[in-house]
Structures are given as C-alpha cells and as structure tokens.
Nanobody
Framework: DVQLQASGGGLVQAGGSLRLSCAAS????????IGWFRQAPGKEREGVSC????????YYADSVKGRFTISSDNAKNTVYLQMNSLKPEDTAVYYC??????????????????WGQGTLVTVSS
C-alpha cells in the first residue's frame, strides 16, 4: 500500500519560513519521483517542485525558485520542502505526490499516481 503523509503546514507571517515533510511508505522510495503541489481556494492545483529520488534532479516552478528548496532523505523515505521568504500568495493546501516514472512534465498533477493528504500553509501579510 503506497502511502504519503504530508505535514508541517501552519500559519506564518510574510517573510517567514516553514518546512514541509512528506513521509512515504509502501514502495521503493529511491525509484520514484516525488512532487509537491499546492491548491489555493478557487484555483487549479499547481506544481511547485519535484525531485527524483534516484538521482536528485529537481524542478521548481518559477514562482518559488530561489525561495523553496526540495530535498530527499532516502534513509527516512521522506522528502522535504523548505519554504523561505514566504509570501501571502503562497497560501494554499500543499500536497505531495509520487510516481514510479520520472515525469516529463513534473508540474503536471496528472503525471503522478499517488497522492497524500494536504497540509495547509497560511501566510499572513
């Protein structure tokens, strides 16, 4: 059973930081791509970042480049999203997702087979 558990969301002031965690189980972690997505009220789900657990290659949406960092701890089967310099527009429910195939379009939610529950990030101005 593939399971993804996202955590670490919360309320933070603009300019602050949060670190999200995605704990994975039920699959060989280092064969998968793990992505972070977010969805704000009334908006479509947006690809934020992705990492290939096998070679560490990464993808970032332009809106988060230079502020967010994705990393993987294969020994703990956990992917992290360090979010710095947070802005009110980063407010959303954040989801992690996994797929055994490294996606050609890592920002595309349809490229991921497995999804965890979301964790809410609220950035106040």
């Amino acid at each position: 059973d593939v399971q993804l558990q996202a955590s670490g969301g919360g309320l933070v002031q603009a300019g602050g930081s949060l670190r999200l965690s995605c704990a994975a189980s039920g699959f060989t972690f280092d064969d998968y791509a793990i992505g972070w997505f977010r969805q704000a009220p009334g908006k479509e789900r947006e690809g934020v970042s992705c990492i290939s657990s096998s070679d560490g290659s990464t993808y970032y949406a332009d809106s988060v480049k230079g502020r967010f960092t994705i990393s993987s701890d294969n020994a703990k089967n956990t992917v992290y999203l360090q979010m710095n310099s947070l802005k009110p527009e980063d407010t959303a429910v954040y989801y992690c997702a996994a797929d055994p195939v490294i996606p050609v379009r890592p920002w595309d939610p349809w490229a991921y087979e497995y999804w965890g529950q979301g964790t809410l990030v609220t950035v106040s101005s």
